[in-house]
């Protein structure tokens, strides 16, 4: 089983939906953890509203640092993958240990929008881009050599739209 960590500056929006679709829809392959770097604190409810609103489970998360993913004491990771969208100004955090690591950046849907409606159109948009990009990861052969596992991951982080595999 794989172990992942995705990563995010606060770790309340889309970290957190990627945990529980790593977790909810792919469980049998992989053990995943989210973690930011500058934690909020507190996981944003409209993630949780959108993971139960597609049948994943939407309890057991934290908004936390990822200090504890990075201590000589820590399990080794497979990959961490960062999922802020740094094109949009923001810093995506630097993870330091050996694991293979992967930027699959996705706009901030918290607080997005002037209504509840466009913030929540906006997570279900982040949703889709995450499932879409998680779904391809989960498709991929488990014997690709490091190289070629390198090369689909940032296939992958360069794929546009939720079309190409969500559900």
Known sequence: MKRILVLCTGNSARSVLAEGILNGAHGDRFKAHSAGSNPTGRVNPMALEVLAAHGLPATG????????????????????????????????????????????????????????????????????????????????????????????????GAMNGASEGAR
Do not use: K, N
Request: aromatic share 10%.
């Open 61 to 156: 998360y934290a908004s936390q640092s990822w200090d504890a993913f990075a201590g000589p004491d820590a399990l080794p990771l497979d990959l961490v993958i960062t999922v802020c969208d740094s094109a949009a100004g923001e810093t995506c955090p630097f993870f330091p240990g050996p694991a293979m690591r992967a930027h699959w950046g996705i706009p901030d849907p918290a607080g997005a929008g002037d209504t509840p409606e466009e913030e929540r159109a906006a997570f279900e948009r982040a949703y889709g881009l995450l499932r879409a990009r998680i779904d391809a990861f989960a498709a991929l052969p488990d014997d690709l050599d490091a190289d070629a596992l390198a090369a689909e991951l940032r296939r992958i």
